[in-house]
């Protein structure tokens, strides 16, 4: 393996879920560069059920799932289907998607590991703004401990993505001008997930051993 290709270390832990805006704003070209960036970034983790697990939500409409966070056990198979990835088209329904991941993906049978104190990392990224409410949706993620991203393309709406994202929202709102500019913030997106996983991780811990003063983690 090309180490420059695994930006985090193997000891990173965290089901990482991507939902991704399909609506026909994005246009088929420009949705080849979402490819390309969500190509760049899963393959910056140590993928497997005992590191970094990933799922996939397009949304548009309506949510779809593309992938669970238990479909795939290594990144082979999800690079390929990236790679594939449909473009689905559609209006911006961005508040139902973030409802969707929570209880479709988020959820112990859609493979989270959120009782076993695994950072839980929700990752938004759209070109517009939502043609349903956002805010309470993404209230209801961060408040079940889900750290949540946004990364705003062109049009993408500013206060919107601040409703989506944790504070503070200098780590967690990324934006850029056009679709091209994605793959330049790509690295800089992994460090900050690869960062957030490490603390979280650490403060989990602190927790548990809080409470249980017995268990090693």
Not at 109 to 117: E, H, K, T, V, Y
Not at 185 to 203: A, D, F, G, H, P
């Amino acid at each position: 393996m090309d180490v420059s290709f695994c930006v985090c270390t193997q000891e990173a832990v965290a089901d990482l879920v991507f939902m991704v805006d399909g609506s026909w704003s994005i246009g088929a070209e420009n949705f080849d560069q979402i490819r390309q960036f969500l190509y760049t970034l899963v393959n910056s983790f140590d993928v497997s059920p005992d590191h970094v697990q990933v799922g996939l939500v397009q949304y548009s409409s309506s949510p779809r799932t593309e992938f669970q966070l238990n479909t795939f056990q290594n990144k082979t198979g999800i690079l390929e289907y990236i790679k594939s990835l449909p473009y689905s088209g559609g209006g911006t329904n961005t508040g139902k998607g973030l409802d969707f991941i929570l209880n479709n993906h988020f959820v112990e049978s859609a493979g989270s590991r959120a009782a076993q104190n695994i950072p839980q990392i929700g990752v938004v990224i759209t070109d517009g703004k939502s043609q349903d409410e956002v805010e309470l949706h993404a209230e209801r993620l961060r408040k079940k401990g889900i750290i949540m991203y946004a990364i705003g393309i062109k049009d993408a709406d500013e206060d919107e993505l601040k409703q989506i994202a944790n504070r503070p929202h200098s780590q967690h709102v990324h934006s850029v001008s056009d679709f091209t500019a994605l793959q330049g913030i790509s690295q800089n997106i992994v460090q900050t997930l690869c960062t957030t996983v490490e603390e979280v991780k650490r403060q989990l811990q602190q927790m548990s051993q809080g409470k249980e003063p017995q268990r090693r983690v």
